[in-house]
C-alpha cells in the first residue's frame, strides 16, 4: 500500500550510475520505500549546501533518497536572530523553497538551546527581560514559517550529562537566568505560534537506556509531567550520534519508544550518525563497513516497528561533510563515502525496509495515504492526560507557584485570546482595583462582585466558566495542572497563570 502520495520511485538512471546504482529503470529508494509506509526519512542540509560550496551529487543524492529536511545550522538562534529583533530568514526560506518544490518535510532545528545562542542573548541576566526575548524569538520565527516547519526542536539538549536527573546548568543562559520554567514556556510560545507544527524535545545521549538516572528517563518523566500540566509537547528526539561499538543503543531507542507511547508522543531519530574512531580512519575495511550497516539496519528495524516512530534523520549524507571528523573525533558515520558512493549502510536501511511490508508498518501520521509531505501531519494522538496521579516533583514553574493576589504577571505568562487560543504575551492585567486570590482551589474575586471566571487550559481550550457567587468560586473540579485563569469585570481582564495542585 503506498502510503504518501509523492512519487518518488526514481527513473534516474544517467543520474544514479556512479551514485552507487548499477542499474537503470525504476528505481527503489530509501525515499520510496519509506514513504510506502507511511515514513519520513531525511537528512541534514549542511552549512556548505547553503553556502554553495557543496558538489552537485549532493543534493542529486538528497532529493532522491529524502523525504524530510532539516537545516544542520541556519534554523539556529545565532543564525535567525543574529542581532536583537533583527531576524535572519533567508537561509531557512531558501531551504523551505527546496522542501516544497521536492515535497519534503522540514524539522526546524531549534529554538531554545543553549549552544550558538548569540552573544546579546548570552549576557542577559534579567529573568523578564530574557523570558521576553524567548518569546519574542518563538513568535518570530515560528511564526515566519508558520505551515511550512512541520516540526520544531523547541528545546534542545536543556539535561545535564550528570545521570541525576537535573537540568543543564553550566553554560545555559536559559536555565541560569530563567530557570527551569524556559522548557514549559518555550512549548507553550510555539504552540500559540503554530498550532499545528509537532514540538518536540530533543537530547542526546537518551539512546543509552531508562536505568536509574539515565537521561532518557528523566526525559519521559518530564515527558509525563508535561502531558499531566497539558504543556503541548508531541514529540521527542533522540539524536543518536553514536559510535560502532554501541551494539545496544537500537534496543534501548526501542524501549525509549515503548515508555513515550504510554503518553501518546512520538519518537523520532533526529541526528543520526555511526561513527569510528578517527584513529582507525585508515584500517577500516569491509567488515567494518558490514558492522555500521548492521548497526544502520537495527535502527531502521526498531523505527519501523515502533508504530509511535515517525521521523529517521541523518545528520550528513557524504562523509566528505560531517560534524564528525572535525568536531567529535569520530569518522565515517555516514552511509555515503567521500567520494558520494553509497555504503554497505544504505543497502542495509534498504533492505530492512524491504523487510517490513507496508501493510505491516504503522505511521504515527493521519491520513499519510494522499497528504502532501510538505502539509503538516494531523497526528492520531490523542492529548488527554493519562495519568494524572503523579504529582510532580522535579521542576517547579515558580509563577505557577505564586497564588498571592496581586494585579500584573510578573512573567510573560500565557494569555488566552477571546477566541480561545493561547496567546502568549508579556502580562498586562489591567484592573488595579479587583484582584483574584487562590486558596487551594477556592479563587476569590477581591473588589468586584460579579466577575466572569475563565479557566483555560495551556492549549487555551475552555476547562471551567462560571460567574462569581459571594466573591469566589470552587475550581475543584478541575485536575491538577497548569492553567490560565481569566476574570472578566465588564469591560476588563485580568489574567494569571496558576498552578493547581
Ligand atoms: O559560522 C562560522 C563561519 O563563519 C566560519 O567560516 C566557520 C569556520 O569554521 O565556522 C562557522 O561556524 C561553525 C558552524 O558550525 C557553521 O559551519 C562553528 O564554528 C561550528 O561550531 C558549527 O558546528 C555545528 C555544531 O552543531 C555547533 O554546535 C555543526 O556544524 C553542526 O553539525 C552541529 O550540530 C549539532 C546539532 O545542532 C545538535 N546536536 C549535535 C549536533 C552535532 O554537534
Known sequence: MKKFGVASKVIFCATLV?????VCGAQETLRSLAEERGRYIGAILNSEWFNNSIESQFEEIHKTQFNAVVAENEMKFDATEPNKGQFSYNKGDRMVAYAKSNKMRVRGHALAWHSQVPGWVNNIRDKQQLLAVLKNHIDNVVGHWKGEVAEWDVVNEAINDDN????????SVWFQTIGAEFLDSAFVWAHAADPDAELCYNDYAIEWGLGQGSKAGFVVDQVK???QNNIPITCVGTQTHIEISHETTPQNVRALAKALAEYDVVLNITELDIGFPKGSANNLGASDYAKQGHLYRQFMDVFLEEPNMGEFMIWGVTDAHSWLDGQQGKTQGLIYDKQYKAKPAYDSLIASLKAHPASEVK???KSAATQDTTAQDTTTRDTTVRDTTVKDTTVKDTTAQDTTTRDTLTTPGPVVSDTG????????ATLTDVRMNLVGRTLSIVGASNAKVQVFDMR???VYSAVTSKGSVDLSAISDGLYVVR??????TLERRVALR
Open 18 to 22: 556512479g551514485l552507487g546504482f548499477s
Open 164 to 171: 541525576n536527573h537535573g537540568w543543564r546548568s553550566n553554560g
Open 225 to 227: 509531567r508535561w502531558k
Open 363 to 365: 505511521s504515527p501520521y
Open 421 to 428: 487560543n493561547v496567546s502568549i504575551r508579556r502580562g498586562t
Open 460 to 462: 487555551g481550550r475552555p
Open 487 to 492: 476574570v472578566k469585570v465588564g469591560s476588563k
